[in-house]
């Protein structure tokens, strides 16, 4: 996997929202998938919310993530069951929340945002309803996903 793409599995779609706003219409679809140890590197957040062995840290119900990007691809596949696909492109990811389940594991929650037609988007939630997908979540801009803070520790290398 790139850095530049996240593979976020057992993925539901829990809402889409519209917002009229300055006479343009946005959208958003907030997700939640489950949370792995390769994602949580690729988040870089691995040390936070996992120990050494992979088993999930204790301690906290919920960790705001201080993450978004930019413009964005994203592709979800439902179970080939289903047989329903669906890509979108969009403008910003943000709100990544990593979350407890009732069963202990990690789930991770973000939301999509993008302005255009919401239909297909309407139709792939209708046709699968909360079936989980696999969301491929691929950048579409040449910058870095995930910044490292002003002021850390080590210089990041600009490359």
């Known amino acids: 996997m790139s850095k530049e793409s ?38 870089g957040c691995e040390e936070l ?12 119900p919920q960790l705001p993530l201080d993450t978004a990007c930019g413009a964005f691809r994203a592709t979800f596949e439902a179970d080939p069951a289903l047989r329903q696909e669906f890509e979108m492109t969009g403008d910003t990811c943000d709100r990544f929340l ?5 069963t202990g594991s990690l789930l991770l929650n973000l939301r999509l945002n993008w302005h255009g037609d919401p239909h297909p988007a309407l139709a792939y939630v209708q046709a699968v309803g909360s079936a989980a997908s696999t969301v491929s979540l691929t ?4 910058q870095v996903l995930f910044p490292a803070p002003v002021g850390a520790g080590e210089s990041a290398n600009g490359s």
């Open 6 to 43: 996240l593979l976020i599995r057992q993925a539901q779609i829990l809402s889409i929202s519209h917002k009229l706003k300055d006479g343009r219409l946005s959208h958003s679809l907030a997700i939640s998938g489950t949370l792995d140890p390769a994602l949580a590197r690729e988040l």
């Open 98 to 102: 990593v979350k407890r389940s009732q």
């Open 49 to 60: 919310v996992f120990l050494h062995n992979g088993a999930p840290r204790q301690g906290f």
């Open 139 to 142: 950048l579409l801009e040449q």
